[in-house]
């Protein structure tokens, strides 16, 4: 059995207002034993989308290697909106060793509350998948049962919006299109996507979240 930890502390000021939330990165981040292109940072797979989807939402010019720059890069960038990582997994059990969510057994969770006490300006959680089993949404809504607390929809449109009160704050949260290659599939059988494909046959998965985390990010 593979203990696949979080090799990352949560990245997050003072001044973040929105706080991406995910799971874990590929077992490889957290042995060291990275591909060519991979940043040693949140979401560096070389093989993810997030960051990719940044660069040509900001036009940020990002290096995608495996350097010390790549990472001040993207760091620079999260400090500069706004935004903070805190992915909700921070150690789970394999029998593959894979980046799966479905495959993380015996999961223990980050207290992603605690941070949002600590941290006040935090208003919006964006989550990088949905509700599917050990998605990041579905651990949160664990996370919250433990306090007492529940997700209210504000918007059953995907990405599904909702939000919870907490500290005497509310906070919104995103479900966003997964970053991945393997949540192509259901992107591609979305009806606003293929409402859109079929007008322009160029439009791609990537284009569609683009389209889609444009707007919260």
């Known amino acids: 059995m593979f203990k ?16 991406i939330v995910g799971t874990l990165p590929p077992p490889r981040f957290s042995i060291g034993d990275l591909k060519i292109g991979d940043v040693d940072f949140c979401y560096g797979s070389i093989d993810g989308q997030l960051w990719p989807i ?33 992915d909700i997994v921070e150690c789970a059990e394999r029998e593959k060793i894979d980046a799966s969510d479905l ?38 809504r664990k996370h919250l049962k433990t306090y007492g607390l529940s997700l209210k929809v504000q918007s059953n449109e995907v990405p599904r919006e909702y939000s919870f009160e907490y500290e005497e704050r509310v906070i919104k949260t995103v479900s966003l299109t997964a970053p991945s290659g393997a949540a192509n599939r259901a992107v591609g059988s979305m009806p606003l996507y293929k409402q859109m494909k079929h007008t322009n046959p ?16």
């Open 4 to 19: 696949h930890r979080h090799p990352y502390a949560p990245f997050i000021s003072k001044l973040t207002t929105k706080l």
């Open 54 to 86: 940044l660069n040509t939402i900001f036009d940020l010019n990002l290096k995608f290697e495996t350097t010390e720059e790549a990472i001040t890069q993207r760091k620079n960038f999260l400090k500069s909106r706004g935004i903070g990582v805190c």
């Open 103 to 140: 495959g993380m057994k015996n999961v223990e969770l980050r207290d992603l509350l605690m941070y949002l006490k600590m941290y006040p300006k935090v208003d919006t959680l964006l989550f990088t998948g949905g509700n599917s089993k050990n998605g990041p949404e579905y651990f949160f």
């Open 202 to 217: 160029k439009f791609n998965t990537f284009d569609f979240r683009v389209m889609q985390y444009r707007e919260f990010f």
